[in-house]
C-alpha cells in the first residue's frame, strides 16, 4: 500500500438523506490530521464531521459530514 489513502465525503442532509461530495486521495499526513480536527473545508463548504469508517474490503476511509450553514 503507498502512502495515499482513498477517502469518501459523505453528506447527511437536513432531511436524513446521504449524499456523496467526493472521493479523492489523501495524504497519511491529511488523514493523521483527522485526530485533531472537527471540521473540514470541501469546495469553500465547511462541514463538522460526524463519523468515520474505514472500510476495510475497499481499503477507503469514509467520512460522514454535516454542512455549517454560515448565515
Sequence with gaps: MGNDMSVIL?????NGELRHIE???????MVA?????NYLVVKGQEYET??????????????????????
Excluded at 23 to 29: F, G, K, Y
Excluded at 52 to 71: A, F, W
Design 10 to 14: 459523505i453528506e447527511k442532509t437536513p
Design 23 to 29: 472521493e479523492r486521495s489523501w495524504s497519511m499526513n
Design 33 to 37: 490530521a483527522l485526530e485533531h480536527v
Design 50 to 71: 460526524i463519523e468515520g469508517r474505514l472500510n476495510v474490503d475497499e481499503g477507503k476511509l469514509e467520512l460522514l459530514l454535516v454542512r455549517i450553514r454560515n448565515e
